[in-house]
């Protein structure tokens, strides 16, 4: 059963600071792995997808790579600002059908 | 193009009823999965409809169904409703190969 872990739950950091979000995964026979910002309240939105195949992906400020065998994926966000304030989730898909399971996310807060 | 849309955007219910949630998904996609998200916890999986079949299901009872209609939208059928159903019902389409798009999800809350 694959299992999605985001360490920490929460994370406050001054603005300007450059950051790196963990995600990590049990089963290393991953389809591909999606990165999502939620806002309060809010639906998910897709930020970053990376195919199996894929190393890393970037779009932006942000940076996401993904180690299969170590079954880590990392999303990193240079030069944060307050409106990147927001939970970081990460979720994991085994198949082109099948469905995500998501970590429970990092709940990012940057300080003017 | 719209995106994903959901409706209702919040609703209250009393314990013992049912609930009808809507989706329409993205134009150009096929696949609609319903995932349930409480509160400080990552969505989970509930079930996922392609050509108007339940393809996958996940660990939810019974009293969770669903439907699939020609035009691709979805809805997500709740019954005798629990306070422990109180969650944000997100709704998400895609194609095969391709990334998973959100709707801004249905807060439903049971008392």
């Known amino acids: 059963k694959q299992e999605v872990t985001q360490i920490p739950a929460a994370l406050s950091v001054p603005e300007g600071e450059n950051l790196v979000l963990n995600c990590s995964f049990t089963d290393s026979a991953i389809y591909n792995l999606q990165w999502f910002r939620q806002d309060p309240g809010k639906g998910l939105t897709s930020l970053l997808l990376i195919q199996s195949s894929q190393r890393e992906q970037t779009s932006g400020r942000l940076n996401a790579s993904l180690d299969k065998s170590s079954g880590r994926s990392t999303l990193y966000i240079a030069a944060s600002q307050p409106g990147d304030s927001a939970t970081y989730l990460c979720?994991?898909?085994?198949?082109?059908?099948?469905?995500?399971?998501f970590g429970k996310g990092i709940t990012l807060s940057v300080r003017p | 193009d719209a995106g994903v849309t959901q409706s209702p955007t919040h609703l209250i219910k009393t314990r013992g009823q049912q609930v009808t949630l809507r989706c329409s998904p993205k134009?150009?996609?096929?696949?609609v999965s319903w995932y349930q998200q409480a509160l400080g916890q990552g969505p989970q999986f509930i079930f996922q409809y392609y050509e108007e079949e339940e393809r996958q299901r996940g660990n939810f009872p019974d009293r969770f169904s669903g439907h699939q209609f020609p035009n691709y939208s979805s809805e997500l059928n709740v019954n005798a409703l629990l306070l422990g159903d109180s969650a944000l019902y997100l709704c998400?389409?895609?194609?095969?190969?391709?990334?998973?798009?959100f709707g801004p999800g249905t807060r439903l809350t049971v008392t």
């Open positions: 134009s150009g996609h096929d696949t």
């Open positions: 979720a994991v898909q085994s198949g082109a059908n099948s469905k995500l399971t």
């Open positions: 998400a389409s895609g194609t095969d190969h391709y990334e998973q798009y």
